[in-house]
Each structure stands twice: as C-alpha cells, then as structure tokens.
C-alpha cells in the first residue's frame, strides 16, 4: 500500500530500460520501481520490446510504454555495429522525445550503460538524469571501456551495484568513479526459508541458475558433475535458465556434452523459471560458475537468501556476492575439477554447512533488504528531482507535446 504522501508525491520518473526479460539487473529495475511506487511517485517504463518484465512491472502499479531504444554494444564500436547503432539511435531519438515531452517527468532513470542515448534525451530536455551501472567489462580494452562509460559523464547522478563496478569504471574516469555511489541490489528472499535437507539421500543435488551461454559457465556446471560421477560421487544437476536469443546452439552443444559423459539420467533443464525459490528449495548447493568478470551476483545472494551453500567463481563482483558468508566458497574459473573438489567437500561436511546456510540466510536478507534499497533508491531520486516543479504542475503547459498511444 503507498503513503498518503511520500517524498515522489507528484513527481514523474521515467525508467529506461534496454530488456523485457527478467534476470538480474531486470528485477533489480523492478525493485528500482517499486522504490518509486512505494515512496507515491509515479513510475513510467521504456521497454524496448514485449517481454515477462512487462506484466511484473503492470502488477506492481507502473505505467509501460514500448519504445525503440538502441542498445550499446561492443559490437556497436565496430564499424559496421557502428553504422546500424546510429540508425537505431536516430529512431530511437525521435521516439523517445516524443515520449519524455508526453510523460513530462520530473527526473530520468537510466538502468544499465547500455542506453545512453535516454541520458542525452533527459539531459537535452533540461531533465536531471540518474544513471545506475549493472555492468563491469574489466577485460576489454582501455579505449573501448572508455567509450562504453562515456555518456555516464553527463549523468547527473551515478550509482553502480558493486565496489568492483566502481573500480572498473575508476580505470577509465577516475573523476566520475568518485563521485560514484555504490548502492547493493535489493534481492527479495522467500517468504519463509526452509533449511536444507538434513540427509543427502539420493546424492548431492546441484542447481545452476542464469542464462545458458559460455559466459556464465553453465558447461563446467556439467564437467564437474561427470568429475563427480567419476569419483564415484552421487550428484544430479538442475540447470534452470534459458540460452541467450540467437544462441540455441549452446544448449544444443550442451546436452550433447551431458550425453557424451553419460550423464542423461543425471542432469535436467528446466528452462527460464521466473520464480526460482522452488528450484533452490528442492537444491543443496547451487553454484555459479562464470567464466568471465561479474558486475555482481544476484543468482549468489538468491541462494544465501534460500539458505542453501553457493560456490561462486573467484573473480570480480562474485567474490563481493558471496564473500563474507560461512556456506560460500570460491573456486578458480573455469575449472571443473576445482568446482567438483568444493562440492564433494561441502557434502563431506553437510551437517556443519547446512547450518552455516541457515545462519547466511538471515545475513543475506540484512545487507540485501528490498526495504532497505527501496528507501535508498526514493531517497536519491527525490532529491534529484527536488528543484523541479512536480509533474503535475508542468504536464498543462507540456500538454501540446501529448500523444494518445502508448506505442511510440
């Protein structure tokens, strides 16, 4: 239920936001808005296409209007990506100020580096702007990363989900990382926790949540349940999450793997899942095994939340995740043998680190408080729109600018 008054009473945010899916920094938009909502402000998204963020951001009281955004890539520096990026954004720049003179909205939220052009939109119509970075490409060059961070620049306000986000963007802007405030993701937790399973009958059950690509390491997931099995380990795997849209082939590639490593009967996918609290429910251990840097790890706070071990990667944002936790362990990317080795430990030591889960749980819902980040969120939008005459006061005199659809 919202306050009778609130400090976005009146005020418009219009979100920005480059996916209509719901993994991580989508939810974490998704909390961003009820942050919004909660404090009466009024929440209007920008969603680049139809997707399941669409009817989650409806039930939660916002306004949804579909509008061409280009999406910065590193594909977009190259010549060619380059070319189509300017097409994209031509369009798309006549379609978002159309939007932002109908909404008239007293402050812009821009979810991601990857739609800068809503910052340029925002700063062009004198509206202040808040850029939030979900993203830490540490391992691309100096020159690229610059570009990428560029239009943050002319943010007038930038928060980033990790310390190891700010370092990155410190490599490239060092000013800007300064004036950086890291704000942790809000991750709600299940209703009720139930403790992990007391007895490991029928072997360990291992969970991977994320997107199927080689990036989050899905394929050592399933070479270290073979190890498993070789030692003569008994484990089953459950891969909840769908392959990236254009990259089937690595799922394919992926159950021929299973196949060749006789494992069939021990690993099953159960697609995009949006609630995963059943999947962990049913788990002993999940595991996230990215290959490469992470800005964060939301599918690694979801796990501590659900009481369940995690093993995280030993990199990046992962290891600022996971860290500080009794049931989480570290191990070096890409090695199967290493993640295999901290699995079977973790059942070795079950009925210590079934515990240590439980307490995790109740450290995890503390630092990662929905209430918590949506008060933060309010706080840092209402003041950004604070020397702003509210919306409603405005949209009269904007009203000529008014269109009568809600696609743009």
Known sequence: MHPAFG???GRTVLFAQPTAELYG???????????????????????????????????????????????????????????????????????????????????????????????????LARVPVLAHIHEAEGSVSRPIAMALNLPLLFATRVIANSEYSVSVLRESYPALARRTKVVYNGVPGPTAPRSARELLDGGLRILFVGRLSTRKGAAVAVEALGVLRARGIDATLDLVGAPVPGQESYQSDLLTRVADLGLAERVTLHGFQNDVWPALEQADVAVVPSLYN?????????????????????????????????????????????????????????????????????SANEKHSPELYRQTIAYLVSELAAGLPTARTTSTARSHARLTTNEV
């Open 294 to 362: 992470e800005p964060f790890g939301n599918t690694a706070v979801e796990a501590l939340l659900a009481a369940r071990p995690v093993i995280v990667s030993d990199t990046s944002g992962l290891r600022e995740a996971a860290g500080g936790y009794l049931s989480s362990r570290r191990v070096t990317p890409g090695d199967a043998e290493a993640l295999a080795d901290a699995l079977a430990e973790l059942g070795t030591d079950w009925p210590k680190v079934r515990i240590d889960a439980a307490v995790d749980a109740f």
């Open 25 to 123: 920094s989508d939810r974490v938009l998704l909390e961003s808005v009820e942050a919004v909502l909660n404090a009466d402000g009024r929440a209007v998204v920008a969603l680049p296409s139809r997707g399941p963020l669409e009817a989650a951001l409806v039930a939660a009281g916002a306004t949804v209007e579909i509008c061409e955004t280009p999406v910065l890539k590193k594909a977009s520096l190259r010549p060619r990506g380059f070319v189509s990026f300017l097409a994209a954004t031509a369009r798309g720049g006549r379609a978002g100020r159309r939007l932002i003179a109908r909404v008239a909205p007293d402050a812009v939220y821009v979810n991601t580096v990857t739609v800068p052009l809503w910052i340029a939109l925002a700063r």
């Open 7 to 9: 400090p976005l009473t």
